[in-house]
């Protein structure tokens, strides 16, 4: 069974920073591509970055390009979001993703993730 559970959220004022991390466990971890959405309260779940199984390529969307980072250990099983110069527009809750994915391919779209951690709050005070 996969099991994903996110740490690291809290309040933040704007302009500071927030690393957030993924513990995976239940599945071969090499073998899933990984991503982080997050949510704001009355709207839809929104991509924000995600990596390739290998962590060998990396997208972000471009409302966070330059400011937050997506990694991953594949020996600790773990992806993180490190998330720089955070604005009060990212306020939301932020959820860790799966998506079993041999041939590397990788996508954006939310409803390609089948797993689903239980998502950590982000606030960010201006």
């Known amino acids: 069974q996969v099991h994903l559970v996110e740490s690291g959220g809290g309040l933040v004022q704007a302009g500071g920073s927030l690393r957030l991390s993924c513990a995976a466990s239940g599945l071969t971890f090499t073998n899933f591509a990984m991503a982080w959405f997050r949510q704001a309260p009355g709207k839809e779940r929104d991509f924000v970055a995600l990596?390739?199984?290998?962590?060998?390529?990396?997208d972000s969307a471009d409302a966070v390009k330059g400011r937050f980072t997506i990694s991953r250990d594949n020996g600790l099983n773990m992806v993180y979001l490190q998330m720089n110069s955070l604005k009060p527009e990212d306020t939301a809750v932020y959820y860790c993703?799966?998506?079993?994915?041999?041939?590397?391919?990788?996508?954006?779209?939310?409803?390609?993730?089948?797993?689903w951690g239980q998502g950590t709050q982000v606030t960010v005070s201006s």
């Open positions: 990596i390739s199984r290998s962590g060998g390529s990396a």
């Open positions: 993703a799966a998506r079993f994915s041999l041939t590397g391919s990788t996508t954006r779209n939310a409803g390609a993730f089948p797993y």
